[in-house]
């Protein structure tokens, strides 16, 4: 059984729409968290919820909005796509508060692509 | 604001060769994290240190944590072609302590 899992794995759509990532984990971990990776592999935190409550929102562009139904699940909507949205999107989990003492475990990713 | 960077971007060694990737953080770390990403691959948590000047080996690799907790490093002996990938050192800043990735490490290694 994968342990954190999102979809879809490749997401290819045109300026201006919207499109949604999920992201489920297995692990019965209480934070869960969504980093982005350009072009240069940089790994940028975007957000992190923790118990369903948003702990961590990175500057990033309001188009951008996660929501968390419940522990296990944190899904990520964007709106208005833009070209420099492209990048690979990851789901990751931990246990604990997400105070960065804990290992995180990271979903396959989706790649995102806006032409 | 509070950066973690690695050296070198870029790493291509012979197999046999060792490598050394380092890990410098402008802030003092509660601890240090080690992942690998494979190429098309997500990061892979390796290994996690806390206490100043500790030291841990996982076969082949060597990783240490500074006196200071500001830096640290990670060293293959001998490497293999199931070394390459991508090197990520990451810890908690901030005052959220968001876990803060350091900008990795390309490591290639051929025959």
């Known amino acids: 059984d994968t342990a954190v899992s999102q979809t879809p794995k490749y997401l290819v759509t045109q300026m201006g729409n919207d499109k949604s990532i999920k992201c489920e984990q297995n692990l019965g971990h209480d934070t869960m968290y969504w980093y982005k990776q350009d072009s240069k592999k940089f790994l940028k935190i975007m957000f992190s919820y923790n118990n369903k409550e948003l702990i961590i929102n990175e500057t990033v562009p309001n188009r951008f909005s996660p929501k968390s139904p419940d522990k296990a699940h944190l899904n990520l909507h964007i709106n208005s796509l833009e070209l420099g949205d492209s990048a690979v999107y990851f789901c990751?989990?931990?246990?604990?508060?997400?105070?960065?003492?804990?290992?995180?475990?990271f979903g396959n990713g989706t790649r995102l692509t806006v032409t | 604001g509070q950066q973690v960077m690695q050296i070198p971007q870029y790493q291509h060694v012979q197999e046999g060769e060792d490598f050394t990737t380092y890990c410098n953080s402008s802030?003092?770390?509660?601890?240090i994290q080690w992942y690998k990403q494979r190429p098309g691959g997500h990061p892979v948590f390796l290994i996690q240190?806390?206490?100043?000047?500790e030291v841990k080996k996982q076969k082949r690799l060597t990783f240490q944590f500074g006196e200071a907790k500001k830096n640290s490093s990670l060293h293959i002996t001998a490497t293999q072609t199931t070394d390459v990938g991508t090197y990520f050192c990451?810890?908690?800043?901030?005052?959220?302590?968001?876990?803060?990735f350091g900008t990795g490490t390309r490591l290639q290694v051929t025959l």
């Open positions: 240190l806390v206490k100043s000047g």
């Open positions: 990751a989990s931990s246990q604990g508060t997400g105070t960065g003492s804990a290992p995180l475990h």
């Open positions: 802030t003092t770390l509660s601890n």
């Open positions: 990451a810890g908690p800043t901030g005052t959220a302590s968001k876990l803060t």
